[in-house]
């Protein structure tokens, strides 16, 4: 009979606390696209302000400036809050169990602090409402994304910082139709980084990464919420989402003998929302299912 030693357990629960760790850190769309900022200790929020443009005016020899500008900020107050989850592996099914339960028990966990911490940013693209690009029925087109780049570099209201990446994040089925609209993959047609998914994770943007169009890095999830064959996406600049994250994720393994298990706990302590409204753009675009057909 297997007998688990507290060796064994300890192993273990590294193992699967390492491979949640690497899972998570793959699988997650958003955090490289958005302004995480990390509290300090005793600290459970930030204050982000927001400031108005200046003008510069032709000047005169010998007379005092005039006017002075109102640069008095705004601020936006960003909370963080715990989430989690709880998961437990028995003894029993370790030992009885003839696939590799803390390979994958590692793969789900990461998978769902990934998920979770995408969810909750997907769910701020339906209050990008400034500018807002396509309804349920409307198909995406290379038109409309040039729309999209068009309106945050246009911006006169509240121009994007001259700093920071651009992206657009739309539903894996929609990110696919537009793909299809250049030609089928692999032809000369398709630009080079929207062609090879080897390409794009030797950069190290991740399976998730499309290609880049004008500027903007596309990106794809299937997690993104679909409604009447449809999924609300978005094109935006960095620091227009926020993220304010007292705890990143992780997992801590708690052994409970009478219970003959071991409880692995996973927490994060973060909040999320949106800084300036004007540096995002909603892309609401059809995500029907692909049929497998000529056309996406």
Do not use: C
């Not at 600290?43 to 008095?72: E, H, K, M, W």
């Not at 911006?155 to 920071?164: D, E, F, L």
């Not at 996973?266 to 029907?288: L, P, Q, R, S």
């Amino acid at each position: 009979m297997a007998i688990n030693r507290a060796t064994d357990l300890s192993s273990i629960s590294n193992n699967l606390v390492l491979r949640a760790m690497l899972t998570e850190r793959v699988a997650t769309v958003m955090r490289p696209l958005v302004d995480v900022h990390q509290l300090k200790k005793g600290v459970r929020q930030i204050d982000l302000p927001t400031t108005g443009t200046v003008s510069i005016g032709a000047l005169t020899d010998g007379i005092d400036l005039a006017n002075p500008q109102n640069f008095r900020p705004t601020v936006d107050t960003f909370t963080a809050s715990e989430r989690g989850a709880l998961v437990i592996l028995t003894d029993k099914a370790l030992r009885e169990s003839q696939d590799n339960v803390v390979r994958l028990a590692g793969e789900e966990l990461g998978n769902a602090m990934a998920e979770d911490f995408d969810e909750q940013l997907f769910a701020q693209f339906d209050s990008f409402t400034t500018n807002t690009l396509g309804s349920a029925a409307t198909e995406p087109s290379v038109p409309f994304v040039l729309s999209a780049y068009a309106l945050l570099y246009g911006n006169s209201t509240q121009p994007i910082p001259a700093a920071g990446s651009i992206s657009y994040v739309g539903h894996t089925f929609t990110i696919a139709k537009l793909q299809s609209l250049f030609s089928w993959p692999g032809t000369s047609n398709v630009p080079g980084p929207m062609q090879s998914e080897s390409v794009n994770m030797a950069l190290g943007r991740g399976r998730y990464y499309a290609g880049n169009m004008f500027g903007m890095g596309i990106w794809h999830s299937p997690k993104l919420t679909v409604s009447t064959n449809a999924a609300k996406g978005a094109a935006f600049h960095k620091r227009a989402l926020v993220v304010a994250e007292e705890k990143k994720p992780g997992v801590e393994p708690d052994r409970d003998a009478s219970l003959r298990a071991t409880e692995y706990v996973v927490v994060a302590d973060f909040g999320v929302g949106i800084k300036e409204n004007e540096w995002g753009v909603e892309m609401h675009f059809d995500a029907t299912t692909p049929t497998g057909t000529t056309t996406v």
